[in-house]
């Protein structure tokens, strides 16, 4: 989190204002300023480009399915040194400006501290999207490799038997506190990094009884760069353009699967996530609204106090920018700083069993600073930052020593409370300091979901959850629950387990909070359960009667199920059926569309089709005969898109050529184009006599358009391409609606959810209606009228959220008021954006 977002939601509520809506109220005074709206104001107004080839190769499908190599404790003592591979100089790294570390200076220095200590082992424990090293260091006392092994075990039994673990005096004498730094993983907020290692140094090299002793006790672990490639270009988001710190409920990129996998792998009793930049240091924990399935009692009984500590820590620095902090539990108002959805890395943490916090370092060096400021001052600037870094780092080391004996029996009983199944506790006021009624969030756990199994999108789910360390089982027989039969083979996720907060965070519905608080950070709605595609049945009060095994990886399970010599068919309702259809066509064979959602394959692709259908876990079943079907081709796709939208895309087998105001400025062709996508970075106003010519030529000649949002809609009217007028909720309004599929291409089979984040509806005639608002249309999330009262959901019911039409030109187009490639996570609603695209391509 940081405040850069106040002038960049500045320019999306411009832009939003120009067309439709008015921006987001102004929150009050001595807290936060304005919204940052989706995935920042660049989501809608700056294309997304296609990335350079060390990216290129992390991308594709196998992120929607195959786990990747994971790191997990190894079973050996410490130190465990690694000789880190040292890279080349790079004199345009964006730290050197600021007096600060490079990324290609910490290899070297790591190795360094490893030559000169024996407490210090670093390791890679996965590769950026830019495909730069993830260091974990970890700091301790040496360890043989019986004594790591002990701590290995003391861990899983804290979580696979906690009662066995409450009652283990060996375990409370010696299991060493878990404590997990995680630095930079917004890469333009620089100094959490140095802060870590100048700790992680003194740590390293002092010789004084206390650091030897709390060496003996403790295992402090550091991600010491969450983010190499926004660190090095100076830029919030990764090489792919992804805020990790939004990615933890979606695990879209592989910066937040490794700290997902060390912080399961570690299982630390306190976490910090080191941020900037919020001109008073910002220590969580947060407003509410606090999220629903946390075990809040636990949490906020240490984090407050070591809040306060952390707090103390950076006054005795003595600077006059460091006095105070701003504590948000404390000193903000509800909504301006809340811990409700599990996308950030410390609330992600939590439900892992940590005491979770974001700090934001003060000073601002980044952005319009890094340029505009002069050296010394945005020297001066980091050297207080890296001093409040590790200030609060060296408080909550000091914190997590002191309560070690309560905060070990703090994860015990969360993890406790999962297994036995037990309501959370009612938290009386005053429970600490500020508790209220304002902060009293629980939810009533199911007692099972039930996810049958045979599609990619149960298998995807499955998978995310086992990854997510959320224990799931098969049935090995068939069986009934309520009322309902389920074939062997269907997966259960039982709620008596240890992180029953995480399961039923991913899982739950989620809940309508737009009365509850004026406004939200970030988005407020999100259900794997309702967005992922795959069928989650939920079992309030019965626990189903089957056996069961445990499921250590969901396999595919596509088919063909089609006599041979037969024509095939595939229905796309699945982001991996429309890889399944780009990989055929890439291959050269000929497919027939006998509707927008139904490919017709040949019999002599066979054994291509069989490939995919083990690949990918698609189902081809036998196309009528004498079916016919149109012809179609792999569409050539320009696209001026936010990242997401582009990483999305790639991850269903289409190739992108990424365009923008700019590009087509400068004489970016479309003559090959048969789909202009616009959502992002694409102004009609803003394009000269070039680009201008360029677009009119595309629509004259009948090219096709998707769009999508506030920019989409913009496009729409400039080029007067369907007579649909669009009128938008709040430019922070998010969340999960309910929808009513009416359409021939959006609507076919499209799940009856979809995911809004600045919802736009359209009126008119003159075209079709795919898909409408329910009317009720907000599940989940948070979604206010504005001022007038207008504009919220009760405006939206039954109203247009994405319509198709054809263009005087004599093309197709669809627009979008919904998000359904929103961040990568909505993986149930990518095939009707592919469904739009192979439509308006033919
Ligand atoms: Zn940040």
Redesign the pocket.
Known sequence: ??LSRTLAGLGTALLTAALLAEPAAAAPGGSPSSRDFGNGAERNEVAALNPVSALSRTLGVQSMDSAQGRWTPKLKGYPRQNQLTVYPENPDDRSIKLGLIPYHGIAPKLNALQDVSDKVSAEVIGKSAGGRDLYLVTVTAPESAADAKKQDYWRNLIEDNPWAAKRDKALAKSYKTPVWINANI?GN?WEGTDGALRVIERLATATDAATVNFLKKSRVYVTVTNNPDGRVAGTRANGAGFDI?RDHATNAQPESRAVRDVVIGTQPFVMLDE?GYTGTTLIEPATPPHGQNYEYDLYIKHALPNALGMEAAIQKLGYAETTRADIPFRDYAPGDWDDWPPIFTPMYAIYQGAVGHTVEIPLAVNNANYTNLPVEELRRRSAINTDVAAATIEAALTYADTNKASLLAGQIEQFRRGWAGEASPVIPDGFVDGFGPEDRYSTTFPRAYVIPAGTPAAARLVNHLIDNDVRVTKALHGFALNGRRYDAGTYLVDMHQPKRGLANVLLEAGRDISDLVPQMYDISGWSHGLLWGATVDISRNAAPKVFTKPVAHAALEGSVDARKGSALQLTIKDGNDVRAVNELLTQGIKLRRTDAATVVVPAEARPEATALATSLGVRFSAAPKNVKGDVFDQPVIAGAVSADELFALKEMGFAVQTVSTALLNAGASLSETDTLLVSSGLSYAGLNATGKATVDAFLARGGGVVTRGATGANFNAATKLLPAVATAGRGDANGVVNVVNSGPIVGAGSLPHSFVYSPLWFTGSGFTVEQRYGAVPLVAGHWQPNAAGTNGPAQAAGQAAVVSGATAGGGSAVLFGTEPLFRAHPKGLFAQYARALFWTAS
């Open positions: 989190m940081d917004h907020e710190n941020h």
